[in-house]
């Protein structure tokens, strides 16, 4: 194995935020898939959901952002919900352009159905931390989040 391969501890790997974020969203992902297999929900399509049960009204760009996916993958997705009768898209009345997504009746029950494995995986997740160190981890994650943006549009310019 090269030397600098060797350097690389696992105690390393640990020590990397973007390392424990990436094992704890592959975790929580896995856990949440096989909770919601039984309902026909993938966890891009919960995140859709979510989103929609939110802010109500979006357009698929808005979707793309809340529900983190490229437009391609949520396209397919906003189909898959479409034919499960979950989402209703429709023509933007101001600009024909535009494709407005919003929850039917069926999707709002079935947020009522995935909401509780939500909440309770979440509070699974911080169990044994005290109310304010749950509080000051929520803000170090949203700082963090903050921190990427701002990368993110210093990259982009």
Do not use: W
Not at 20 to 42: D, F, M
């Amino acid at each position: 194995m090269p030397e600098h391969h060797e350097q690389v501890t696992e105690l390393e790997l640990e020590g990397m935020p973007s390392f424990l974020l990436n094992h704890i969203v592959h975790q929580y992902h896995q856990i949440l898939q096989s909770r919601l297999r039984s309902v026909g929900v993938s966890t891009l399509k919960m995140r859709v959901i979510i989103s929609l049960r939110i802010y109500g009204q979006l357009t698929v760009s808005e979707l793309c952002s809340y529900a983190i996916a490229e437009q391609p993958t949520m396209s397919r997705a906003l189909e898959s919900l479409d034919k499960q009768g979950f989402v209703e898209r429709q023509v933007g009345a101001e600009d024909s352009r535009l494709r407005l997504v919003s929850l039917t009746d069926a999707g709002r029950r079935i947020f009522e159905r995935i909401e509780p494995e939500i909440s309770q995986l979440n509070d699974s997740m911080t169990a044994g931390l005290p109310p304010e160190e749950r509080t000051a981890f929520l803000g170090a994650l949203r700082h963090v989040l903050g921190n990427l943006r701002n990368v993110a549009a210093a990259s982009a310019r």
